[in-house]
């Protein structure tokens, strides 16, 4: 299992390592599979402003306002399926 980590400096950047994948985005949710299940990012105005998933990083800028984990298996990727399948309309 790759290392899990996250910095958030201001409630404005947050750095994180152990990604996977990218699920679904938007500037008031942002959720990401990580090593250790699916982190969802909620705020305002949030951008990825870094994305590496070779490395496993990504960086966000934003009014970041909640962090929440959720366990392997979630509804959560059937959220992103749906975001993908409304952008390829």
């Known amino acids: 299992m790759a ?3 996250l910095t958030m400096e201001d409630r404005q950047r947050l ?3 152990g990604i ?3 699920i679904a985005f938007d500037e ?3 959720v990401l599979e990580t090593s250790q299940g699916y ?5 305002a105005e949030m951008h990825i402003t870094m994305l590496n998933l070779d490395q496993g990083q ?14 392997q ?7 992103g399926k749906n975001v993908l399948n409304r952008l390829l309309k």
């Open 3 to 5: 290392e899990h980590s």
């Open 15 to 17: 750095q994180l390592s």
């Open 20 to 22: 996977t994948n990218v």
């Open 28 to 30: 008031e949710e942002i």
């Open 39 to 43: 982190l969802a990012v909620n705020g």
């Open 58 to 71: 990504v960086a966000i800028q934003g009014n970041i306002n909640n962090l929440g984990y959720k366990a």
């Open 73 to 79: 298996g979630s509804d959560l990727k059937a959220k």
